[in-house]
T-cell receptor
Framework: GAVVSQHPSRVICKSGTSVKIECRSLDFQATTMFWYRQFPKQSLMLMATSNEGSKATYEQGVEKDKFLINHASLTLSTLTVTSAHPEDSSFYIC???????????FGQGTRLTVV | QKEVEQDPGPLSVPEGAIVSLNCTYSNSAFQYFMWYRQYSRKGPELLMYTYSSGNKEDGRFTAQVDKSSKYISLFIRDSQPSDSATYLCAMIRGGATNKLIFGTGTLLAVQP
């Protein structure tokens, strides 16, 4: 299957700081990338959809000013959690799909802990 | 009613058993169907991808889609302890969107 690399895998930050998470498609052009949040023992919750070169589309209830998404190229999308608070602590996962491949491939996930 | 329904389990089976995982859906617009396996604290891994009714086999895994009944299944033969994970079904409507709609996931434990 295709490879999607997500970095970092784990990050601990202080409350009030910002954290950037990168998602790269290594062997295909990702026209669409998705960002999810997952709480323990729960399924993935879609936060936003980003198409290359366009503004991200956020799901209801997700603060776009807090979760900044950039998808400037066909291989890279970033999620920045701004002014992080302990309630933002979670597992964040990206996935990518291409024009040719409709199935989605996931990154390894990033465990964010805000202290 | 959720668009995709999946029994969360947990499902516990002995090693070597045949495992049957299922999802039902309500929207007939779904065209693409996937099964993902997710180990604890890891991203989901794509296991099977189908886009038509019928069966698709890959090693010990068989995916089955019945569009008329809006029902999909994943069968795991000769289950192994390493198969212990959460299994998520996912669907795409197709068209302009590639947005995945997930089931809640079924937690599977294969006992040695």
């Amino acid at each position: 299957g295709a490879v999607v690399s997500q970095h970092p895998s784990r990050v601990i930050c202080k409350s009030g700081t910002s954290v950037k998470i990168e998602c790269r498609s290594l062997d295909f052009q990702a026209t669409t990338m998705f960002w999810y949040r997952q709480f323990p023992k729960q399924s993935l919750m879609l936060m936003a959809t980003s198409n290359e070169g366009s503004k991200a589309t956020y799901e209801q209830g997700v603060e776009k000013d807090k979760f900044l998404i950039n998808h400037a190229s066909l291989t890279l999308s970033t999620l920045t959690v701004t002014s992080a608070h302990p309630e933002d602590s979670s597992f964040y996962i990206c996935s990518a799909t291409g024009q040719v491949r409709t199935e989605a491939f996931f990154g390894q996930g990033t465990r964010l802990t805000v202290v | 009613q959720k668009e995709v329904e999946q029994d969360p389990g947990p499902l516990s089976v002995p090693e070597g058993a045949i495992v049957s995982l299922n999802c039902t859906y309500s929207n007939s617009a779904f065209q693409y169907f996937m099964w993902y396996r997710q180990y604890s604290r890891k991203g989901p891994e794509l296991l099977m991808y189908t886009y038509s009714s019928g069966n698709k086999e890959d090693g010990r895994f068989t995916a089955q889609v019945d569009k008329s009944s809006k029902y999909i299944s994943l069968f795991i033969r000769d289950s192994q302890p390493s198969d212990s994970a959460t299994y998520l079904c996912a669907m795409i409507r197709g068209g302009a969107t590639n947005k995945l709609i997930f089931g809640t996931g079924t937690l599977l434990a294969v006992q040695p």
